[in-house]
């Protein structure tokens, strides 16, 4: 390996020498400490090449990459983090497990192209194009996924933690309202319109969060629709909005938890008649697609999406709006994940936005379940 002392006692070396998939080790100054014959050929350099070398002098290339990234934000934080990424110079997919500590950083790789390209052929059926060959992994969607994963982390315990004291303080204010003038309900009217905000976050949360034990049942999407249509009615009404449904008669029923589906729907219908502050129509419609699936459209009739817009949806906390939380959209790709189904959005600037999502039918689902 070089002339460097050896750094590791024997029976660690041991150990490391059993790990079959590319592994190396580096200290606080990004020097490489270690590296097994497999993360050499990862990294296409003798083993003698790379240690006691900087390891970004020995592949440049990956400097400014997701890789130099996420290892830089690894050992300041401290944080032991694992993720997909699409290696170049080997043309294959890795999972990367980065394990920092005082003493530097510990990096594990796994050839993670053939996962992938079962997934893409799972997506993709096979022939659709008469190509035969496996759709292209794609790297935004993972990349964000696993924002979503950071995000869920960390919301179940911001959530519980709001939680307690909204409860103490929605209960106080009410004692406090019943004692208080008239003159004063107008102050405590916004007060109790804040922590309900506050609430709501608090349940998007939640729902990322990690995922709860929630009994999925066989429903009628036309039903939980028609929940939905008449909560947002008068929304709809003040906007000057019309909303126009369509529903087959052969809608497949879908295995689901009605109070989640209901609020996607909410959340989407909210923003198509939010889309149009002048009026106009919503168009919605529920039909079976050709494989048996439930299929939901959603369309509006405003100034749709700019594109620089569309591709940040779904971000944490990204939104245009004023009282937005940047949330509602994450929690409906998240609610719709769990249903093992897909939501997309198609806009155009000028005419409108369409929001599709695809669930599969209750005896799919049903038959899916291990």
């Not at 070089?2 to 998939?21: C, E, F, G, Q, W």
């Not at 580096?26 to 350099?45: C, F, M, Q, R, S």
């Not at 245009?320 to 093992?340: F, N, P, Q, S």
């Amino acid at each position: 390996m070089s002339n460097r002392p050896n750094l590791y006692p024997a029976d660690i070396l041991s150990v490391l020498k059993r790990i079959t998939d590319p592994v190396f080790a580096l200290d606080p100054h990004w020097t490489v400490t270690y590296i097994n014959d497999e993360g050499a050929g990862l990294l296409g350099k003798p083993k003698e090449e790379l240690s006691g070398r900087n390891l970004w002098e020995c592949i440049p290339e990956a400097v400014g990459t997701r890789f130099y990234e996420m290892a830089q934000q690894s050992i300041l934080a401290q944080q032991a983090c694992d993720f997909t990424d699409f290696f170049r110079p080997r043309q294959r997919w890795l999972h990367i497990r980065l394990y920092p500590s005082f003493s530097g950083m510990t990096v594990l790789c796994q050839d993670a192209s053939g996962l992938r390209r079962e997934a893409a052929a799972e997506r993709e059926p096979a022939g659709r194009f008469g190509s035969g060959k496996p759709a292209e992994p794609d790297a935004s969607s993972l990349h964000r996924r696993e924002l979503l994963a950071i995000v869920g982390q960390l919301a179940a315990a911001i959530a519980h933690e709001l939680r307690n004291p909204l409860t103490s303080l929605k209960g106080f204010l009410q004692l406090l309202e019943a004692k208080a003038p008239p003159c004063d309900k107008y102050y405590f009217d916004i007060m109790q319109e804040e922590l309900s905000r506050i609430e709501m976050l608090a349940a998007e949360l939640l729902v990322l969060g990690k995922p709860q034990a929630v009994q999925f049942e066989e429903a009628e999407p036309a039903d939980i629709m028609r929940q939905a249509l008449a909560l947002l009615g008068p929304q709809a009404v003040c906007s000057n909005v019309s909303i126009v449904s369509r529903i087959q008669p052969d809608v497949p029923n879908v295995l689901c938890v009605a109070g989640q589906l209901k609020q996607v729907f909410v959340h989407i219908i909210a923003n198509a008649i939010e889309a149009m502050p002048d009026g106009g129509t919503v168009e919605i419609s529920l039909s079976r697609s050709d494989d048996g699936s439930l299929q939901a459209d959603i369309l509006d009739q405003g100034a749709g999406i700019p594109d620089e817009v569309l591709c940040r949806i779904g971000e944490p906390f990204y939104t245009t709006k004023d009282k937005g939380t940047g949330l509602g959209y994450m929690v409906a790709l998240k609610i719709i994940e769990l249903h093992r189904g897909r939501l997309e959005i198609d806009s155009q600037s000028g005419k409108g936005t369409r929001v599709s999502i695809t669930l599969p039918a209750a005896s799919a689902s049903a038959s899916a379940s291990p």
